[in-house]
């Protein structure tokens, strides 16, 4: 069974830029989850979908930050403006319909500078 | 809402030592508990559980405590290895879907 894949492993982009970073589940895996870790700190919660609705977006940091699944399969996550906070290892994560065990994907680093 | 807190930071032992990390919560409604290794580039990699209806779960050198009254749950690693070098994050959630609440992460170094 292939793991949780990230597309890309790392970003480097400038401060007003846009950047769009993907995620792709195990297959079968209605729940979607997106975490950002930031310089050394926790691995705090983003948002949740179920399937292509947005279960839970009560993490998401404010509104430069849109996160889509259409379909229900893969995900991405758009931030545009990008500042300076926002850099750091953006993590997905899936799980089966019925929820227990979440696995991670590999992360995408973004630095914005 | 749940505040996790994970303590070492840092931890080093010598190789064959053990190794234990401990973390609290605050919601007593909490009945999920995993545990993730990190590695240096790659995303965290759950390597045990638990869920409160059990007290303790072992999985070869690996195992985990629960104590739901005190509301503190621990990894226990023993005869450790180099290999277990990296950081080690405790999570707290429900056994459904709901979003996992992370501690900080403790660094472990395994000297040989």
């Known amino acids: 069974e292939a793991g949780v894949t990230q597309f890309p492993s790392h970003s480097v982009i400038e401060k007003g830029q846009t950047v769009t970073l993907r995620c792709d589940p195990i297959?079968?895996?209605?729940?979607l989850y997106w975490y950002r870790r930031v310089m050394g700190k926790e691995i705090k919660f983003l948002l949740h979908?179920?399937?292509?609705?947005?279960?839970?977006e009560s993490g998401m940091p404010n509104n430069r930050f849109l996160a889509e699944r259409t379909g229900g399969t893969y995900s991405t996550l758009k931030v545009q403006p990008a500042e300076l906070e926002d850099s750091g290892v953006y993590f997905c994560a899936s799980s089966h319909p019925g929820g227990g065990k979440r696995y991670f994907g590999p992360g995408t680093r973004l630095t914005v500078t | 809402g749940e505040n996790v807190e994970q303590h070492p930071s840092t931890l080093s032992v010598q190789e064959g030592d053990s190794a234990v990390i401990k973390c609290t919560y605050s919601d007593s409604a909490s009945n999920y508990f995993p545990w993730y290794k990190q590695e240096l580039g790659k995303g965290p990699q759950l390597i045990i559980d638990?869920?409160?209806?059990?007290g303790e779960k072992k999985d070869q050198r690996i195992a985990v405590t629960l104590n739901k009254t005190a509301k503190h749950f621990s990894l226990h690693i023993t005869e450790t290895q180099p290999e277990d070098s990296a950081v080690y994050f405790c999570a707290v959630g429900d056994s459904g879907n709901t979003p996992l609440v992370f501690g900080k992460g403790t660094r472990l170094s395994v000297i040989a």
């Open positions: 979908f179920v399937k292509e609705s947005k279960q839970d």
């Open positions: 638990i869920r409160s209806n059990v």
């Open positions: 297959s079968g895996h209605d729940n």
